[in-house]
């Protein structure tokens, strides 16, 4: 036996002797000192040699040479003989499946182009939707919403690209302005999966050098089956910067490069040879013969565009040198790229293989000179897909293209790829021979994303099968689809001599659960690495530059031979060169004891041998550095699974073991970061490196130095926060950041394939990582399966089938290295074996392994029970029975009937398993033990429910008998979870003497064994309490209603039967409310049992018929815990001692509210706490009406600056509504979110009023100090220490100084100031019952389920058959309260039942608001739906058909309805939307539900939301029917508290004071009045601070709830805002119900006079003179109302860019003021029957154009100004400049300064083109109505005439001897002095229809004969 393997064993580690190393022949090494090894972790037998310089990077192995680094530890995986325990046998294969891609645009800005009309594309995949067109824009609003819906395959769906094209449509054709593009998993990958409110930036792809071409806004959001998705605020805002918010992932750069993606394909080897087209499979059919070899080519798909290799005819060994080369911008949106392999074919082409380039794995983003661009190669990239030689059909089909794990190798292709910056301008520069060199390593950009995982493996990864073979998968008008293909030279030749051979040994040491079906013939195992190996493949004819395997040994004999330390390998060069043995000899299985479905094969003696030579490049270097990373990924693993059991347990000692494995994992991880170093150092002289393999070092480096330094700070800030969990929170990520690090991206060596063949036919294969096997001279660089044996699952190739498809598991032990190191294959072989050797097989890997020693054992399996099966039948229930398998020997439980949780109790032996090997071995890693569940049918066979793989306890002869612990171990249905099994399983050694004998087992009747009294766990009594409070929504079973339910409680062995609901129509609750039962359950509550609730339905003559059931496999929530204490009741009217002065609310005196804290310490020896809740005191009920009509008043005469900061401009409109309150609420909201803090907000919001107004009260009294004395008694939670330094400090300063201090610190509440005078309410933006935990503080509601559990879509809606409330309360008998228990069931006094109302029926008045809702999906072919509001409540329904709202998918509803209901009757309300269609049924939209059950009886008190005021009337009028303070008693009263306490000042409650005002003055009385309603509120509103009993009181809200369809199950199909009010009958009726109707909008007129223009760019030139001019006109409209578009007349002429106009503009339109938005209501097209209404923002557009008569006018520029902020008007046309628009000027907002006067610049392309001198009045429409004015120049109130002609002299023309004048601001013509009649001639038309030019006849008729002969040729020109 080899030492190094017994050091291994747990003794000293001993020296091993220098061995060979990979290639290289024997030297003289150096021995280094090797004890590093933490002694602990199982020694390591390796002895460390320092390399020559050639190996220096092959091995890493070498590190300890350093100096310096032999304190360096390294700590081991021990050295176990077996592979890991993995419990999880088989993984499901994954199902296409549901996704939902919404995508909200917003709007576009600085789109290129001259008043373009655009509209955006959205493109993804073939799916394509189109927004409006808005015309004459370059920045057009839409907020339209768009949803495309997908069934597909994960992978294939997050490699879908969304593209959106900004289109400018014109008549007949449309032009692209520009497109951006993100692929799905990007937008996948983002917290929430969404971006919103981003800005997409639009490119040219075709063309590089344009720049960005605009921006779009949108949001865009990806979901699977059950993600929520959250609605964003839709807001444009003007002053929005662009460039901080880009559609970018976080940490990518603002400015992205463009950059060429090259990809090199060199060539292929090892394809499949055989065409498997259509046409070569009929003509085999045929002729018998398919010599057709394959016609190969290599697709590139990149971000939705496609390149393609030349096809090289008839070969496998394919050449291309050929380079697809992309143009992207960098980091490209986009994460993988995708290289396929196809056969051309005549009828279609034919997927080969596929591999997946994931772009982080092969790139870093770190800046500078740390990150590296995305390289590859020239490397090797292996592809694995279907069989072979396997026919073509659906499965071939998919994993060819990437879709499910690869069954086979299918060649591989030499490749590289290199990204190249491109240094501005379009990149042609880059010629061919450029980019022939390597790409130089520029400064990276930030790379792609962090965390995220997809494997980078080939087929095996599973990757997307994007588009079909050739073409282009997308058109970008032919340009930019297409990659270019160039030739590249091809790469230098690969060194024959740098090839090398390696052996791939295994062993079969076991092959149980062999199917029966192909059992009857020899079956053999075959092992294969690449196409080595494969038997069942024609030999290929030798390839060029690869010898064949045969030749290539022959070749290497020599130097093994050479070697005398490699015996195995030993062969005379004239002896025959060694062959591989790739199968194992063909053997017929035996049938497996105990089971008749079941074979294995007889490998008691002999164990079977393989070896496969192979020959590949030496590239181990890669392999051993992953595994390195491995081998430190699995230890922390380890330590952190350990950690988070204990922790699940609630065990002491997790935070330790936490502590321990991460300071081991930093020791290990800088133990890599010392050997990487040490490999970059030598690294110099390797020459075969890729620029990849260099970087990755560097990477892994950096990124464990990063990880270090994570560690260490979890460790130093546990301390100070978050415990356990959330260090375990930051380990996981820190595991998922090394197990990205593990992958090489750069294949090496493809997978090895483990296949069962029978009759010559591939049966089931395993697949398994080279990686995982390889040797390494070094520990902890050696794979974690090389040298041990591994359980493998061999499953058929395809699709898997639901069942367990598992065809035969086989244990293996594997050994991959070298041959030079072949030496070392069996030095971990475990004890008693020995290799078979003799004669002439001497010199080769020995045939079969031998055992030397074989030992009878018994195998007992205790099978106690199972928790949480699944439920196969269509009962919901399950017939469960397990069958256990071990070796040759199989048993199967007893079958228990109708239960998910069954108990067996039943021990199986398995008398005489004969284990071979060393007893030591079986001891320590004894073989395991597969436990099988099944379903049993009577007719059927047995359907699979799951499986674990679990090891026995061993007991040898020579040690004393333990009896085995239970244990959970979990079950396994392919990938989702099963349940649990609680057994024990022990191995006993049997030995023929009678001395020992292991304990006997209790026999039963049946010969059944039962589980031993000493393994079966310790019971106690314990009694289960259980509510029945009632059943709900029971839906009909086998067809008839379910009349007569009755619940039975299941658990450990006991029923509990609920009372019979007789007539379950009439009152669905149960007649007897509480019962309990005693149970014998263990003392130890994690092995509790399941508890199983069953419904049954009582049917005429005595039937049952079972409705469904639920399980619960958890107790632990029932456990009872004692209520605290309630407050010893106090003396009543017993005054606190406090000294009080008569005034009215003088708080004691030495104390000061404290801001922080609930329960101050008064000075004085006080039993009471005193708490100060006072806000700004409110005004008397009766005053309300006066003060809030004085508050409109006052608001209508504040100045601008004070109107800013009010609500939504509402300064104006004097109207407070409940939509105010909304609008204040929606403003608060936003501000919380905006702010750096806003849980600090959260928990100042309590002392809120002391920061407000209410501060006053402390300058009142000047005898209230916060004072140095007192302030140490004040105890302030953290959050709230900065305003008590605003108390601090306000102290005692007169009024004004106070009110300027609190201004200037109003930055720290967002709640101060005007703006938030206003009442609130709480938006939340989610359901209630996630705010309240589901109101089931009083009762749970249980679902039950019937039918069969399967993983099909939708599949538990199915199953859902109604729900059971009640309530479990579980606590252990002790001897006293075991003698109460009986007088306890007498006398009714339960511990489950306190505080629990009587269940009888209740008429409650139920309102229902409905505020809004948003991104509805939509349900017309148009992309739209017309909404409308259906409420059900029992048999109620309300259906709001007539309010439909037309052609809208956020539409505002504002309704309120209001139905009487009884509890528990009708207690479900649901809300459902559906569309309104003229033809046919309504289609529903989506629905929620709401159980108003739990919420009206919740202690939070759901009925009613308390408001934040107390008022009468008005906008936030008190809804309840009681009272605050009469609200107070009940709630007293209900909690077994005393009545609260009244008096002046104050409210005591429960040993608590609470100090507020409750005095207040009237307006013009003297008296003032006592009014305790506003105190009470504040005391209700912090009733979670009452002891024992207090709970936080749900306050006046809006929810938002997701509304769902069941034709699109788990799929968001939009959100309503809304809230329930529900008040009792038999208490005081409720006021009348709030008003929410919407806001009609405000009607408005805008006047625009343009005045003048200066400066227009001048168009036209004189053909004759060359004189520049415009004819010049304005048009201006507002957005959205393009059909009231209006035009000046026009100006001709103008020589200088000047013109008058003196022309009005009027635009009437409707706005609401309170959403900025103008509504604009119109049909959308002619046959459209009703208007559809758009909220736009108010956004003014003018132009200036130039007239042309004969062609279409010319478009000069245009300035776009948002009436909400656009910049002050210049005061004069100089000052008047390009940058105003954009620079951060002052801005006004014409709806708070009503007029505005100046110049604004017009803009083309960016460029000043002119500016304007315009006049704009804002007007109200009944303002407008009273003072009405013309449009144009008309009447009322005209405008005057441009101003007369100005006459100045201008130089003459020397022949005519005249001075002539110009007429300026007119048309200009030469004319001589005098000529008063031209006054009179004005030629500005009277509008758009006078624009004629003017009549040259009255021109010369003016000027008469005074023009010579050359003027009048002149003027003809003119």
Not at 217 to 235: E, L, M, R
Not at 870 to 892: E, K, N, W, Y
């Amino acid at each position: 036996m080899h030492d190094g393997r017994l050091a291994t064993a747990g003794m000293e580690p001993s020296r091993r002797k220098p061995k060979l190393k990979f290639g290289l022949k024997g030297k003289k090494k150096k021995k280094v000192n090797t004890d590093l090894v933490l002694a602990n972790k199982g020694a390591v037998g390796g002895e460390v040699e320092a390399p020559s310089e050639a190996s220096a990077l092959l091995q890493g192995e070498n590190w300890e040479d350093q100096p310096g680094t032999s304190a360096v530890r390294t700590r081991i995986i021990p050295n176990n003989k077996r592979a890991k325990l993995k419990t999880c046998i088989q993984k499901s294969e994954g199902r296409p499946q549901s996704f939902q891609i919404c995508i909200n645009i917003t709007e576009a800005r600085q789109l290129v182009g001259e008043n373009i009309d655009p509209s955006v594309l959205l493109e993804i995949g073939d799916e394509k939707k189109q927004t409006s067109v808005q015309e004459g824009t370059n920045a057009p609003f839409y907020n339209e919403y768009f949803v495309f819906e997908f069934f597909a395959y994960k992978e294939v769906f997050f490699d879908k690209v969304i593209k959106l094209t900004v289109m400018h449509s014109k008549m007949l054709r449309s032009f692209s302005v520009g497109s951006f593009k993100v692929d799905v998993w990007t937008v996948y990958r983002q917290p929430g999966h969404q971006f919103t409110n981003k800005w997409a930036m639009l490119t040219n792809p075709g063309d590089i050098s344009t720049g960005v071409r605009g921006y779009v806004k949108c949001d865009i959001s990806v979901s699977a089956k059950g993600d929520a998705v959250k609605p964003g605020p839709k807001a444009s805002d003007a002053e929005e910067q662009i460039d901080k918010n880009l559609l970018v992932p976080e940490g990518f750069p603002s400015e992205r490069p463009w950059a060429r993606f090259c990809v090199k394909v060199y060539r292929a080897e090892g394809l499949p040879r055989n065409n498997s087209s259509i046409m070569a499979n009929v003509t085999k059919a045929f002729i018998g013969d398919n010599t057709a070899l394959i016609d190969p080519y290599v697709e590139v798909s990149f971000f939705k565009r496609v390149g393609r290799t030349s096809t090289q005819k008839s070969t496998a060994e394919p050449a291309w040198n050929e380079q697809i080369v992309f143009t992207e911008m960098f980091p490209p949106l986009c994460q993988r790229l995708k290289i396929q392999v196809w056969d051309e074919g005549s009828m279609g082409d034919v997927a080969i293989g596929t591999h997946y380039f994931d772009l982080r794995r092969i790139s870093n983003e770190q800046d500078g000179d740390r990150g590296f661009l995305p390289t590859f190669g020239p490397a090797w990239i292996n592809l694995y897909g279907s069989v072979r030689n396997g026919s073509i059909g659906d499965d071939t089909v998919e994993l060819n293209e990437g879709i499910g794990e690869g069954v086979s190798y299918r060649g591989r292709v030499y490749m590289e790829l290199a990204v190249e910056i491109l240094s501005g301008g379009s990149g042609s520069e880059s010629k061919l021979g450029r980019m022939l060199k390597p790409s130089k390593d520029a400064k990276a950009g930030k790379g792609v994303g962090k965390d995220g995982k997809t494997p980078a493996g080939g087929g095996g990864g599973g990757g997307g099968a994007g588009a079909a073979a050739g073409g282009a998968a997308d058109d970008d008008k032919g340009k930019a689809a297409a990659a270019e293909v160039l030739p590249v030279e091809s790469p230098p030749a690969l060194d024959a001599d740098n090839n090398e051979t390696f052996l791939l040994f295994g062993a079969l040491f076991e092959a149980t659960m062999i199917d029966r079906k192909i059992g009857d013939k020899p079956i053999s195992f075959e092992f294969s690495i690449g196409n080595y190996g494969n038997v069942l493949e024609p030999p290929e004819k030798p390839p060029p530059r690869s010898p064949s395997p045969a030749f290539r040994r022959r070749a290497l004999d020599a130097p093994v031979s050479a070697t005398p330390t490699s015996p195995l390998l030993l062969g005379e060069p004239a002896d025959a060169p060694t062959t591989s043995r790739s199968s194992t000899p063909p053997q017929r299985p035996l049938i497996v004891e105990g089971n008749r479905y079941y074979m294995h094969l007889p490998l008691e003696k002999q164990k079977p041998c393989i070896s496969v030579l192979s020959n590949w490049e030496n590239r181990a270097y890669r392999l051993h550095n992953s595994n390195m990373l491995d081998n430190i990924a699995v230890l922390f693993e380890g330590g952190v699974a350990s950690a988070a059991e204990l922790h699940r347990k609630s065990e002491p000692g997790a935070e330790h073991l936490l502590e321990t494995a991460l300071k081991e994992f930093c020791a290990d991880a800088r133990s890599f970061v010392a050997a990487a170093e040490a490999k970059l150092k030598a690294e110099g002289k390797s020459s075969y490196l890729t620029q990849l393999d260099r970087k990755r070092l560097t990477l892994c480096r950096q990124e464990l130095e990063s990880m270090i330094g994570d560690a260490r700070s979890v460790v130093e800030r546990k301390r100070k926060a978050g415990g356990v969990k959330e260090m375990l929170q930051h380990a996981t990520k820190l595991k998922q950041k090394i197990r990205f690090l593990v992958e090489e991206p750069q294949h090496t060596v493809p997978d090895v394939f483990v296949w069962l063949l029978s009759n010559n036919k591939r049966i089931a294969y395993a697949r398994l990582s080279a990686r995982d096997l390889l040797y390494s001279s070094s520990r902890e660089a050696r794979g974690i399966h090389c040298g041990k044996i591994i359980t493998l699952f061999l499953k058929p190739p395809g699709k898997r089938v639901a069942d367990l498809s598992v065809q035969a598991q086989v244990d293996v032990y594997l050994w991959y290295g070298s041959s030079s190191d072949s030496v070392h294959m069996l030095d971990d072989l475990p004890a008693g074996f020995s290799a078979a050797t003799g004669g002439a097989a001497s010199s080769r890997p020995p045939a079969a392994l031998l055992c030397a020693e074989q030992h009878a054992f018994q195998l007992r399996c205790h099978m106690y029970q199972a928790r949480g099966l699944i439920a196969a039948d269509t009962s919901g229930l399950s017939d469960p029975f397990a069958r256990v398998t071990c070796l040759s020997h199989s048993q199967t439980t007893n079958v228990i009937s109708q239960t998910l949780s069954p108990t067996w109790n039943q021990c199986l032996l398995m008398s005489r398993l004969l284990l071979g090997g060393d007893l030591q071995h079986v001891w320590k890693e004894p073989p395991r033990v597969l436990v099988e569940v099944y379903d049993d049918d009577a007719l059927g066979r047995a359907e699979y429910l799951g499986a674990t793989v679990v090891v026995p306890e061993v007991r040898l002869a020579s040690d004393p008998y333990a009896p085995p612990t239970l244990e959970y171990s979990p079950i396994h249905c392919g990938s989702l979870p099963g349940g649990d099994l609680l057994a024990a399983f022990e191995l006993l050694q049997m030995q023929e003497s009678a001395e020992w004998s292991p304990p006997a087992l209790e026999k039963q009747e049946g010969g059944i064994y039962t589980v031993p009294a000493n393994i079966r766990p310790v019971l106690s009594t314990f009694r289960l309490e259980v509510l029945f409070w009632g059943m709900r929504e029971l839906k009909k079973v086998q067809l008839l209603s379910v009349d007569r339910p009755q619940v039975f409680i299941e658990c450990a062995g006991k029923t509990l039967r609920s009372s019979v609901i007789q007539k379950y129509k009439s009152n669905p609750n149960f007649p007897t409310l509480v019962d309990a039962i005693e149970l014998e359950l263990p003392e130890n509550e994690h092995l509790h049992p399941p508890l199983s609730i069953t419904v049954v339905d009582w049917r005429a003559f005595g039937r049952s018929t079972l409705v469904g059931n639920h399980v619960i496999n958890n107790l632990k929530a029932f456990k009872y815990a004692p209520p605290p204490a309630l407050p010893a009741p106090t003396q009543t009217h017993r005054p606190p001692k406090v000294t009080e002065p008569p005034g009215p609310s003088t708080p004691p005196e030495g104390l000061c509210p404290s801001a922080g804290d609930t329960t101050m310490t008064p000075p004085l020896t006080d039993p009471d706490f005193l708490i100060t809740v006072e806000e700004d005191a409110p005004p008397p009920e009766e005053q309300l009406g006066k003060k809030r009509a004085g508050e409109a008043r006052s608001t209508r005469g504040r100045s601008t600056k004070r109107k800013k900061r009010t609500i939504a401009d509402e300064s104006a409109e004097c109207v407070i509504d409940w939509w105010s309150k909304y609008y204040a609420s929606r403003d608060k909201r936003a501000k919380q979110d905006g702010s750096p803090f806003p849980q600090v907000f959260d928990k100042a919001l309590p002392y809120q009023g002391l920061l407000s107004d209410g501060i006053d009260s402390l300058g009142k009294h000047s005898d209230i100090r916060v004072t140095a004395a007192n302030v140490d008694r004040l105890v302030i939670p953290t959050s709230c220490v900065e305003i008590f330094c605003l108390v601090t400090r306000v102290g005692g300063e007169p009024d004004g100084d106070k009110r300027k201090k609190q201004k200037g610190r109003g930055t720290l509440d967002p709640n101060l100031g005007p703006a938030t005078k206003l009442a609130t309410l709480e938006l939340y933006s989610k359901e209630l019952e996630a705010e309240f935990a589901s109101f089931n503080d009083w009762v749970n509601t249980y679902e039950l389920f019937r039918g069969k559990a399967n993983e099909e879509e939708g599949a538990t809606e199915g199953r859902f058959v109604g729900k059971f409330k009640g309530r479990f309360c579980l606590y252990k008998m002790s001897e006293d309260n075991a003698q109460d228990s009986d007088q306890d069931t007498d006398g009714g006094d339960f511990r489950v039942s306190r505080g629990i109302p009587p269940n009888g029926l209740v008429q409650v008045l139920v309102r229902v608001y409905i505020v809004s809702a948003s991104n509805l999906h939509p349900a017309d072919p148009d992309g739209k739906a017309d909404p409308y509001v259906v409420l059900r409540l029992g048999k109620n329904e309300i259906k709001d058909r007539d309010n439909y709202i037309p052609k809208q998918l956020n539409p505002v509803f504002g309704r309120s309805f209001e139905m009487q209901a009884t509890f528990p009757l009708e207690s479900l309300l649901s809300v459902a939307v559906y569309d309104h269609d003229l033809v046919g049924g309504d289609d529903l939209i989506g629905e929620t539900r709401i159980d108003l059950e739990n919420r009206f009886y919740s202690r939070h008190r759901a009925t009613c939301g308390l408001p934040t005021e107390y008022s009468l009337d008005g906008y936030n009028a008190w809804r309840d029917g009681l009272k605050p303070s009469e609200l107070l008693s009940k709630l007293c009263r209900d909690h077994g508290l005393e009545e609260p306490l009244f008096r002046p000042g104050r409210i005591s409650v429960a040993d608590k004071v609470f100090v507020g005002k409750t005095c207040f003055v009237h307006e013009g009385e003297d008296e003032p009045l006592e009014s305790y309603e506003h105190l009470s509120l504040k005391v209700l509103q912090r009733w979670a601070e009452i002891p024992a009993v207090g709970c936080k009181l749900v306050p006046e809200h809006i929810e938002t709830r997701t509304l769902f369809n069941k034709d699109r199950p788990g799929m968001d199909q939009g959100q309503v805002q809304m809230w329930v009010d529900m008040f009792p009958m038999d208490l005081p009726p409720p006021g009348p119900s709030v008003d929410i109707s919407p806001r009609k909008p405000k009607g408005y007129e805008l006047r625009i006079i343009i005045w003048n223009t200066e400066d227009v760019i001048l168009e036209d030139s004189s053909f004759l003179t060359g004189q520049q001019s415009s004819d010049i006109y304005i048009k201006g409209w507002l957005k959205g109302l393009e059909d009231d578009r209006q035009e000046t007349d026009v100006h001709y002429n103008s020589l200088t860019g000047e013109g008058n106009f003196n022309w009005r503009f009027v635009f009437p339109f409707s706005y609401l003021p309170a959403e900025k938005v103008i509504v604009v209501s119109k049909k959308e097209h002619i046959f459209s029957l009703d208007k559809s209404e758009q909220k736009l923002p108010a956004i003014l557009s003018l132009q200036v154009w130039d007239f042309e008569t004969l062609s279409s006018d010319d478009f000069l520029g245009t300035v776009e100004l948002d009436l909400h902020g656009f910049p002050r008007g210049a005061k004069t046309a100089k000052l008047c400049k390009a940058d105003m628009l954009t620079e951060g000027t002052e801005r006004i907002s014409i709806f708070q300064q009503k007029r505005a006067r100046g110049w604004w610049p017009f803009a083309k392309c960016g460029e000043l083109t002119g500016k304007v001198e315009a006049e704009f009045h804002l007007l109200t429409a009944e303002e407008a109505e009273k003072n009405c004015v013309g449009r144009a120049r008309k009447e009322p109130e005209p405008l005057p005439k441009p101003n007369s002609l100005l006459l100045s002299p201008v130089p003459v023309p020397q022949s005519t001897g005249h001075v002539l004048l110009l007429v300026r601001q007119s048309v200009q013509v030469f004319l001589p002095l005098g000529v008063a009649e031209l006054q009179e001639v004005h030629h500005h038309g009277a509008g758009a229809a006078h624009r004629r030019a003017v009549p040259r006849s009255a021109l010369l008729h003016a000027a008469g004969s005074h023009f010579s002969e050359d003027s009048q040729r002149m003027r003809s020109d003119l």
